[in-house]
């Protein structure tokens, strides 16, 4: 594959996590860079209850803030239909509604039974589609919970099956915990191309035991044109145990232009912003570029 896109999740799954209480100019600020580094779809917050998730409590200003423009698109991640009503009014261009694979994760997380968040998921990709907004399907800890252990990859399959029935325009699968390895990704990317043909696939990895970057290339040799990663590999889940950051954007963007793929991100561009990310966290970022620098000259 000569090219594959990357939506940056820094703004929402990036800071999530973070134990400093991010500015609503930080979030902008965080994706204006994002954009001028060539990022085209960003996942710019969450519109779940501010209780649960504090830091994403300003999801509306930071949509009221950020640049619109015809080429980039701005992703609000939404649990429930309060979520998506709230996420409309701010105008974003998709929605990502979580499902999840696991029963006992889905209570913690979102107070649902599976098929709750399947049935909301199926509601909500309809008004979506009515709404002219695009809808994803994020299917969560779909290569492991941090309370049941392993999940049954027909389980998840299911549910790739059903989220594609429900007519969304693109269907992700989130290693949450990052547990997942290169051959689970290849045999799910397989599996919901069987379930889902024609169905975009999205992979949103984790780099906690250090397989997310072998899972990105086993997810792009095995044809999946779209990855999440977040600048400075921030983030984690605030409902699981021990979570790490995501794939780190300009760790991937090294070793995709090294291969010849094709991301429309400027590396050193993201480096700065990492760095600079840093200094606002006061502490170092996850990713590796931020220390070692480009390819030598
Ligand atoms: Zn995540």
Redesign the pocket.
């Known amino acids: 594959m000569a090219h594959i896109e990357i939506v940056e999740v820094g703004p929402r799954?990036g800071l999530q996590n973070e134990s400093t209480l991010v500015s609503t100019d930080a979030k902008i600020e965080l994706i204006e860079r994002s954009i001028a580094a060539g990022a085209r779809r960003i996942e710019a917050t969450s519109f779940v209850h501010p209780r649960l998730v504090p830091h994403m409590a300003d999801a509306e200003a930071v949509m009221a803030g950020v640049p619109r423009r015809a080429d980039v698109s701005y992703i609000g991640l939404v649990l429930n239909r309060r979520g998506f009503d709230r996420a409309a009014v701010a105008g974003v261009d998709e929605v990502n509604i979580v499902v999840v694979a696991s029963e006992t994760f889905a209570q913690r997380n979102q107070s649902a039974t599976v098929q709750e968040t399947v049935d909301a998921c199926v509601a909500i990709a309809q008004s979506a589609r009515e709404a002219g907004i695009k809808s994803t399907a994020t299917i969560a800890v779909a290569f492991g919970c941090p309370f049941e252990g392993e999940v049954d990859p027909a389980g998840v399959l299911g549910l790739v099956g059903q989220v594609a029935d429900a007519g969304v325009d693109e269907i992700a699968l989130?290693d949450?915990i990052g547990v997942g390895t290169p051959n689970q990704v290849r045999h799910l990317v397989a599996g919901s191309a069987a379930r889902a043909p024609g169905v975009p696939l999205r992979m949103?990895f984790?780099n906690t035991r250090n397989t997310g970057y072998a899972n990105a290339i086993a997810a792009l040799e095995a044809g999946v044109p779209v990855l999440d990663a977040s600048t400075g590999g921030i983030?984690g889940?605030p409902f699981a145990p021990a979570a790490t950051g995501?794939i780190a954007t300009e760790d991937l963007v090294y070793m995709l232009e090294r291969m010849g793929v094709e991301t429309g991100l400027d590396a050193a561009s993201l480096i700065s912003t990492a760095q600079w990310l840093g200094g606002y966290l006061g502490d170092e970022v996850p990713s590796l570029l931020t220390k070692a620098g480009l390819f030598p000259r």
């Open positions: 799954d989130a949450t949103h984790h983030g889940c995501n």
